[in-house]
């Protein structure tokens, strides 16, 4: 008998500490904010305390989801998490994780695909439930610390980045809730984005840490302006064809949250309202991986989510240059 992977619950956590666009200004020591709203549509972020990590924002995130599918952390066969600021270089974070939360039985392993590793994950984890028969539930998380990494000599990035977590349970039903996926990279960007020191190639060593600094997101070089919108229609494309599905036929678009203008833009290539689509980084930022998830759950709580039958679409892109696009059909009454 078949195995069908659904979403069964969502859950999504942002720090309490709100940061609007003065206080960037004022750490920048001059005004980006009337471009940043006008630009790419955020106007304050959330930042985690000094307390907290990337794993503490993921535990957050997961006991929502898991509040909301009536389980308890013991139920969980496997945790991903996905995220590009871990706590540690080794070990995992989802060890951490699995550790604070309490998941004592789950299998884990991180996913660092940079902004793409959460739709990735997604991906892994109904391809686990659909083979692995031993396997029940499975945890789909990510989590984004950026604020760690901020650069205040650097407007093009200290404005845009935030902290967040976001997470889904999986489960196994009788109708099809994974429909499909399709991935695609362009790797000659891998020195474009990024943080680049701490690692391997530039280790935190005395020498380099004077020369460059500590570890911090830096754009190296330019991506063209038009990346997203000649990459994104061929990544939902891939995945849509490969279930018969047309750009028509989906209820609901979750993008990457780094531009709304970017989202309205290919809203309007697609021929699809913007109603089919939701945006959270005007009061969020850019939460990385976990963003088209936290929109999501955003979408649910205002009543505007998925509701069962109809179809959802996640594209996501990141550092790399890496790409995601996972479709799914709804099939949990989130509403009553």
Not at 92 to 109: E, I, N, R
Not at 122 to 140: F, H, K, N
Request: net charge negative.
């Amino acid at each position: 008998m078949a195995r069908h992977p659904q979403i069964l619950s969502t859950g999504s956590y942002v720090p309490e500490r709100v940061v609007t666009n003065a206080e960037i200004d004022a750490l920048l020591g001059e005004s980006t904010s009337e471009w940043l709203v006008q630009n790419v549509g955020i106007r304050e972020r959330r930042w985690m305390s000094p307390e907290q990590t990337t794993s503490d924002l993921v535990v957050e995130a997961s006991r929502k989801a898991l509040s909301r599918a009536g389980l308890k952390p013991a139920d969980i066969d496997l945790l991903i998490v996905s995220t590009d600021t871990p706590d540690y270089l080794s070990p995992s974070t989802s060890v951490v994780v699995q550790h604070k939360l309490g998941a004592s039985k789950a299998a884990c392993y991180d996913v660092n695909s940079a902004c793409a590793g959460w739709v990735t994950a997604l991906d892994q984890g109904a391809r686990y439930l659909m083979t692995e028969p031993s396997y029940e539930y499975v945890l789909v998380t990510g989590g984004y610390g950026m604020s760690r990494f901020l650069d205040f000599d650097d407007k093009k990035t200290a404005n845009l980045f935030a902290d967040g977590a976001g997470a889904v349970v999986l489960g196994v039903g009788d109708r099809p809730g994974f429909l499909a996926s399709n991935m695609l990279a362009v790797g000659e960007f891998h020195d474009a984005l990024g943080i680049y020191t701490g690692g391997a190639f530039r280790p935190c060593t005395p020498e380099n840490l004077e020369a460059f600094g500590p570890p911090k997101v830096q754009f190296v070089k330019k991506f063209p302006k038009t990346f997203n919108t000649e990459y994104w229609p061929r990544l939902m494309q891939g995945a849509l064809d490969k279930v018969g599905l047309t750009f028509n036929d989906v209820d609901h678009y979750f993008f990457t949250q780094l531009n709304l203008r970017t989202i309205e833009y290919m809203m309007d290539l697609l021929k699809q309202p913007i109603e089919k689509t939701h945006w959270v980084m005007h009061k969020w930022g850019y939460t990385g991986s976990p963003c088209v998830v936290m929109a999501l759950d955003d979408a649910i709580a205002l009543g505007k989510g998925p509701r069962p039958g109809e179809t959802i679409l996640f594209c996501a892109s990141g550092g790399g240059i890496t790409m995601a696009a996972s479709v799914w059909q709804w099939t949990t009454n989130v509403h009553e």
